[in-house]
């Protein structure tokens, strides 16, 4: 039996199980039952987010309302036909093979041609006892400017039987004319603590045992796209035996072993260059490179000013339990006005290796002078101190 990746075996089927989308769901669900659903849509939001799962589950709410549980049923549902021939299309239309349903990538359908065949196709009633024709646009903002010109008046005025549903990352590249034919919805990134409770359901699931650690991390790397946390999930699975870990997952994507970044970032707590300059190094040598280190060190030194300033209970923060602690025991060695100091260090370093003939030496004086950034600053103020007043020359 073939195997099903996890973003499409645990994809959303109906409106209560979409994930860090509420808001749009419970628009939609208002628009069924009180038979105000428009003639289009335009959903958008960055990959990942749920867009085109919203899109299928909105046309199986409207040709088969009662194959979804607790679903939203629109006043004539009775009139729809039994249950069995529902329960067929919902599965079609799940799977992206309904006849009724015609999903369409804008990146490879994009030309004007393609554009006058769906309106002429857009004219013929459905079929299979189905109540709609529901077209689904994905990256429509693909589209020439010719599709987009030929699908205006139809998208305005379409017949009674025809939806438009428009998916795209870039809603700033589609015309001002179409979006203004549309009801817009824009679809959040979703939080990394929402990503972990599913991701743990979905272990949970497959039977799988996992660190909480490298869950939370599989969360923060997805930067709010739950497609993107599933398929690295999948990776981290098939890359090694379970339990997964924290380890495993940085050798996969060859992040820098964060109990490293926490002895470089002690070491200059401690004024103690030597063991920086010797922890960075063992770091590079493990294939990191220097921007990815510097940003790693302003990450941790960001999570430590958050910690000290506003408390290791912040929302601020996504991150486990077992790490809050260990980055407030760490925190209390800093005092904010130093974080600060050290991220600004790290941001300038950063755009300075970009044009630097020599960016490791550039690195390790950075480092340097974080560790010994007390001193840097009481020097700075005896120079200043010993540099005579400039006098005033009378006119």
Not at 166 to 173: D, G, Y
């Amino acid at each position: 039996m073939a195997y099903t990746v996890l973003a499409r075996k645990y994809r959303s089927t109906s409106f209560d199980n979409l994930v860090g989308q509420e808001a749009v769901s419970r628009t939609l669900t208002h628009a069924i039952t009180s038979a105000r659903v428009h003639h289009a849509y335009l959903f958008t939001g960055t990959r990942g987010v749920g867009k085109t799962s919203m899109a299928r589950i909105l046309a199986r709410a409207l040709n088969a309302p009662d194959t979804i549980e607790n679903g939203p049923k629109p006043p004539d549902h009775d009139r729809y036909p039994p249950l069995d021939v529902q329960q067929r299309m919902a599965e079609a239309i799940m799977r992206g093979e309904d006849l009724n349903v015609i999903e369409i990538d804008g990146a490879s359908n994009n030309r004007v041609e393609e554009a006058r065949q769906l309106i002429q196709n857009a004219g013929l009633a459905p079929t299979d006892n189905a109540r709609y024709k529901i077209y689904i646009i994905d990256e429509v903002h693909m589209l020439s400017t010719a599709a987009f010109n030929a699908l205006l008046k139809t998208l305005e005025e379409p017949p009674a039987h025809v939806k438009f549903i428009l998916c795209t990352t870039e809603s700033h590249k589609v015309p001002a004319t179409i979006q203004s034919r549309c009801q817009r919805f824009d679809f959040r990134s979703i939080p990394p603590s929402r990503i972990v409770k599913h991701l743990d359901f979905v272990l949970e699931q497959e039977g799988i045992e996992a660190q909480k650690d490298v869950v939370w991390q599989v969360a923060q790397i997805a930067n709010g796209s739950m497609r993107d946390a599933l398929s690295l999930l999948d990776r981290l699975i098939a890359a090694a035996p379970p339990p997964l870990t924290l380890s495993g997952l940085e050798d996969l994507l060859g992040l820098p072993p964060r109990q490293r970044v926490v002895k470089v970032v002690e070491a200059i707590n401690g004024c103690d260059a030597a063991t920086v300059l010797q922890e960075a190094g063992g770091l590079m040598e493990t294939g990191i490179g220097l921007e990815q280190l510097v940003e790693v060190l302003i990450d941790r030194f960001r999570t430590l000013m958050l910690v000290r300033i506003c408390g290791d209970k912040t929302d601020l923060l996504e991150m486990s339990d077992e790490e809050r602690s260990a980055a407030a025991e760490q925190a209390r060695g800093f005092d904010p006005a130093s974080l600060v100091y050290l991220i600004t260090l790290g941001e300038s370093l950063l755009r300075n290796l970009r044009f630097s003939s020599q960016p490791r030496a550039l690195l390790e004086a950075c480092l340097v002078r974080m560790a010994l950034a007390d001193k840097m600053a009481s020097v700075d103020a005896v120079l200043q101190d010993a540099t005579p007043a400039k006098k005033k020359v009378s006119p």
